[in-house]
């Protein structure tokens, strides 16, 4: 629940601080004062839009910031799946900059956002009169229906099997259409794939000719080279290995007398070993590199080709053509066995309706179930509003098709009058009708939803007297279970709270106050007699604070 609220240079706010009960919180206030304005402060602390027109003083950020108690709402799964640290007290903050930029934090930590969006449905639900619309939706309709039912399990069941429905059937076009464009383009692809098999590619292939391109065509002085030091090495009478061998003699004729010759001997046998090694390296070099023009022609050849084949295929090296002629035979293959894939598709298609379908009339039948129950509180809570003798039905039509919710169409049905037709309760309820309706929906969903907060804003619009008290005590009603924030005109209504708050303007700024019990008791009689207040407002006013 929402225990603190702090808004900073938020449209005609300059600066407001308010700490809400835990239970009914009421806010009063003449028209014009800013409740609206403190309730879209609200809206960017839960992650609404920014609709542009936030900043008060454009030279500052604009900050909305909100301590919540979330001890007992089971909100430490979505904490956790967003790398987030939980806290039975969190502090979310939403600022934004002059630029026009939104930053939004959870306990400091920065978040997108959608994850505010996502946390803010979980903890504040804000009824304001523009949400009487939402009768006309259908995915409103059917989802307080589920809601009430408790089809959350059957909801998931069916919403994983229309999932994977939809990802087969999307794979299937997906198939048809590779298959449609391979077959257009199937005899270039062959023509492309057999290409570059015959020219069985090898990786590493052109590094090695490239190299042997080289010896070849340089092969005549390569080899007077190599013979060249080879004799060198081995002539008989100055040979390098032969001198070597001589000073290493002479080396040991003197080592009693200069003891370094034992270690100058070592070293020169050392070197000696490896001019020897190096010595048949450079033979057998000689013996086999020779000018070989048929040879040179055919690597010549071959490099070209690859070359070649290289650049039409505009590839960078032989790994990515092997790449490209690979890719060109999985099309062919996939070509060749497009009908076996298509078959296994629309199996596996056939198998996913049977799924979805079974799902989505066990969602029917707990629908059907729970529509009369549904109907028969709403319709109860209405009487004890001033509509008795309504009527209120829940009609599940078949809408021939799955979608995302299942195949039924839910219709909300209302007649205010006996004898009057049912007809669909968007289309006929007058405004007064409609608050009320939306309020025992309300009352009827919060309770289930286990929603920390619920917000109204002047749902009692279009009542007043003996229904406005009775409206006042189904809020009160549900401030037992839950914090009810209720912004009103009634005093029915404001004489419920255990908390009261006015709204107000000075010097052009908006404000808010918590009233004290003297307070209460003033502004009470002020919304009964207007700015003139009588003794019998008075009154009155006591009498509605000790109906409490």
């Not at 209504?493 to 404000?511: C, L, M, N, P, Q």
């Amino acid at each position: 629940m929402l225990r603190r609220l702090s808004v900073e240079n938020y449209a005609l706010i300059e600066r407001l601080e308010m700490e809400l009960d835990r239970n009914l919180n009421i806010i009063t206030g003449e028209t014009g004062a800013g409740k609206s304005i403190l309730l879209g402060a609200l809206g960017l602390l839960i992650g609404n839009k920014n609709d542009g027109s936030a900043l008060k003083d454009t030279a500052r950020n604009c900050v909305v910031e909100g301590q919540f108690d979330l001890a007992g709402y089971g909100l430490e799964e979505f904490f956790d799946a967003n790398d987030l640290d939980y806290a039975e007290q969190t502090v979310v903050r939403r600022i934004i900059t002059p630029a026009g930029k939104s930053r939004a934090f959870v306990n400091d930590v920065p978040v997108q956002l959608a994850q505010l969006r996502e946390l803010g449905r979980n903890l504040i639900d804000i009824h304001s009169q523009h949400q009487n619309l939402i009768l006309a939706s259908e995915e409103f309709r059917t989802r307080a229906l589920d809601t009430v039912a408790g089809n959350g399990a059957l909801l998931a069941d069916y919403a994983a099997s229309y999932a994977r429905l939809g990802a087969l059937r999307r794979e299937l076009a997906a198939h048809e259409a590779e298959t449609a464009a391979a077959r257009r383009d199937e005899e270039w692809l062959r023509f492309q794939c057999d290409e570059l098999t015959a020219a069985e590619l090898r990786e590493g292939e052109i590094e090695e000719l490239e190299s042997e391109q080289a010896v070849l065509s340089d092969a005549d002085r390569i080899s007077e080279v190599l013979t060249s030091i080879r004799n060198a090495f081995d002539d008989e009478q100055t040979g390098v290995l032969l001198r070597l061998k001589s000073a290493e003699n002479d080396l040991s004729h003197i080592r009693e007398s200069y003891p370094a010759a034992a270690e100058a001997a070592e070293r020169i046998r050392t070197a000696m070993l490896d001019l020897k090694d190096l010595g048949v390296t450079i033979a057998a070099d000689s013996e086999r590199i020779e000018a070989d023009p048929a040879r040179l022609q055919k690597v010549d050849d071959r490099l070209a080709t690859l070359y070649t084949l290289l650049r039409k295929h505009r590839a960078e090296s032989l790994p990515e053509l092997i790449a490209l002629r690979d890719g060109y035979r999985a099309k062919l293959a996939a070509i060749t066995h497009s009908d076996e894939r298509r078959n296994a598709l629309h199996e596996a298609i056939a198998a996913a309706e049977r799924e979805a379908d079974a799902h989505a009339d066990a969602l029917h039948e707990a629908r059907a179930a729970a529509a009369p129950l549904f109907a028969g509180q709403i319709i109860a809570t209405l009487a004890d509003l001033g509509m008795a003798g309504t009527r209120f039905e829940i009609t599940l039509g078949d809408g021939g098709t799955l979608a995302p919710t299942g195949r039924d169409r839910v219709e909300y049905m209302f007649s205010a009058n006996p004898g009057a037709p049912l007809q669909p309760v968007d289309r006929i309820a007058s405004g007064g009708e409609t608050s009320r309706v939306m309020l025992a929906m309300k009352a009827m969903l919060a309770r289930r939803m286990k929603l920390p907060t619920i917000i109204f804003d002047e749902i009692d619009t279009g009542v007043s007297g003996r229904i406005a008290d009775s409206m006042g005590g189904i809020i009160s009603s549900l401030a037992e279970s839950m914090q009810v924030v209720d912004i009103t005109h009634l005093p029915q209504v404001a004489s419920k709270g255990d908390t009261h708050f006015v709204v107000y303007k000075r010097d052009g700024r908006t404000d808010i106050r918590q009233l004290t019990a003297a307070e209460r008791e003033t502004e009470i009689a002020k919304m009964l007699s207007g700015s003139e207040i009588t003794d019998a407002a008075r009154a009155q006013a006591r009498i509605l604070l000790a109906k409490k």
